[in-house]
């Protein structure tokens, strides 16, 4: 039974940082796609940044939403089991509830619906 597990995220005042974590259990990372992917209140959820399993080839700034762009970076640490979101020059309008979610394919994607196991969320708030 693979499992995503999250932790990090919380408070932080703008231009702050904080990272999120996701591990993987059940399953090698290697084998997943981890995209990141958040949901502001009365918004849909959207995706932020990408992590492919194709490390050779996949550049997270490819895969990064417009809005975290030069602010917010991936890194995958297979023999960890863990990939990391780091969250630079935080503003209110990053403020949601993040998922972690995974995809054993080498291709990142923007639908949720192709992503097949997600972690719990983790609230990151942004405030003054």
């Known amino acids: 039974q693979v499992q995503l597990v999250q932790s990090g995220g919380g408070l932080a005042q703008p231009g702050g940082s904080l990272r999120l974590s996701c591990k993987i259990s059940g399953d090698a990372l290697s084998y997943w796609t981890i995209g990141w992917f958040r949901q502001a209140p009365g918004k849909q959820r959207e995706k932020v940044l990408c992590?492919?399993?194709?490390?050779?080839?996949?550049?997270?700034?490819?895969y990064a939403d417009d809005s975290v762009k030069g602010r917010f970076t991936i890194s995958r640490h297979n023999a960890q089991n863990t990939v990391y979101l780091e969250m630079n020059s935080l503003n209110p309008e990053d403020t949601a509830l993040y998922y972690c979610?995974?995809?054993?394919?080498?291709?990142?994607?923007?639908?949720?619906?192709?992503?097949?196991?997600w972690g719990q969320g983790n609230q990151v708030t942004v405030t003054a």
């Open positions: 979610a995974a995809r054993r394919t080498s291709m990142c994607a923007d639908e949720e619906s192709v992503y097949r196991y």
């Open positions: 992590s492919s399993r194709d490390t050779s080839s996949a550049d997270s700034e490819d």
